[in-house]
């Protein structure tokens, strides 16, 4: 722990930091930071959480929500392996997209998706990872464009339930698709590194592997998706057509 000289408490590590004291209580709820030195009933903080919230706030900066955050800092804590885990991790988690999350009140999900069913709404679209619950009725929205997409399907009149189905049918598609590539990396780089005893030097290139084939695996996927919309799309519309020129 550091030195007395360099212990903080709560309310000025938030002022060394830039945040609010009620953020950093939350972060440490959350188990994304650790617990501070207990003296005569008060909390010191030193360095190290200042790193800490530095190192979370640089992460929210990149794109990644706290459930990622909590997740990379677990794999890297405590390990000697700890630098090539956290730059690797970081890749892995990585947003491919430069979409930002956003922070909704449930009043306003309300507002936007109606209030019918609501609750088993919510609970819904937390499960399938569409809302991350930050309490005090507060969600990260991970990816606001598929909140807008739910959005303008309730705009056409559809019933939440039947968005959240599509949004379910969806992410399990898309399990499937990201589930071969991600075993296409792991049989064939990761695995054979991890046999050969993680040697150090082989850390760049494992990253760089994975740097590379992330995009490239990325596009492929949506290429493929969009031949088979515009597929499906002219296929539907040529039947519907048919049955016009029919009727």
């Known amino acids: 722990m550091a030195e007395a000289a360099e212990a903080m408490t709560i309310d000025e590590l938030a002022r060394?930091?830039?945040m609010t004291v009620r953020n950093i209580r939350a972060h440490q709820s959350r188990g994304l930071l650790p617990p501070p030195e207990?003296?005569?009933?008060?909390g010191y903080y030193g360095p190290e959480h200042v790193a800490r919230l530095r190192l979370i706030q640089e992460l929210q900066g990149d794109g990644y929500n706290l459930a990622a955050i909590k997740h990379l800092l677990s794999r890297a804590d405590g390990s000697a392996e700890a630098a090539h885990i956290l730059g690797f991790t970081r890749t892995?988690?990585?947003?491919?997209?430069?979409?930002?999350?956003?922070?909704?009140?449930?009043?306003?999900?309300?507002?936007?998706f109606g209030r019918e069913g609501a609750a088993r709404a919510l609970a819904r679209a937390e499960r399938l990872g569409i809302l991350l619950p930050l309490g005090e009725g507060r969600y990260e929205v991970p990816s606001p464009t598929v909140l807008r997409a739910?959005?303008?399907?309730?705009?056409?009149?559809?019933?939440?339930?039947?968005?959240?189905d599509i949004a379910e049918r969806v992410t399990k598609d898309?399990?499937?698709?990201?589930?071969?590539?991600?075993?296409?990396?792991?049989d064939r780089v990761w695995r054979p590194f991890d046999e050969a005893g993680r040697?150090?030097?082989?850390?760049?290139?494992?990253?760089?592997?994975?740097?590379?084939?992330?995009?490239?695996?990325?596009?492929?996927?949506?290429?493929?998706?969009?031949?088979?919309?515009?597929?499906?799309?002219?296929?539907a519309f040529g039947r519907e057509l048919e049955k016009r020129a029919k009727g």
């Open 16 to 18: 060394a930091t830039g």
């Open 174 to 186: 898309a399990d499937g698709a990201s589930h071969t590539f991600v075993r296409l990396f792991v």
């Open 92 to 112: 892995l988690l990585a947003p491919h997209e430069a979409e930002r999350p956003e922070v909704i009140d449930a009043a306003e999900l309300a507002e936007r």
């Open 150 to 164: 739910g959005e303008a399907l309730r705009e056409l009149g559809m019933p939440l339930d039947k968005v959240l």
């Open 38 to 42: 207990v003296r005569a009933r008060t």
């Open 199 to 235: 040697p150090a030097e082989d850390w760049p290139r494992v990253q760089e592997t994975l740097e590379h084939l992330r995009p490239l695996l990325t596009d492929g996927f949506q290429a493929i998706f969009r031949r088979r919309m515009s597929h499906g799309i002219e296929a």
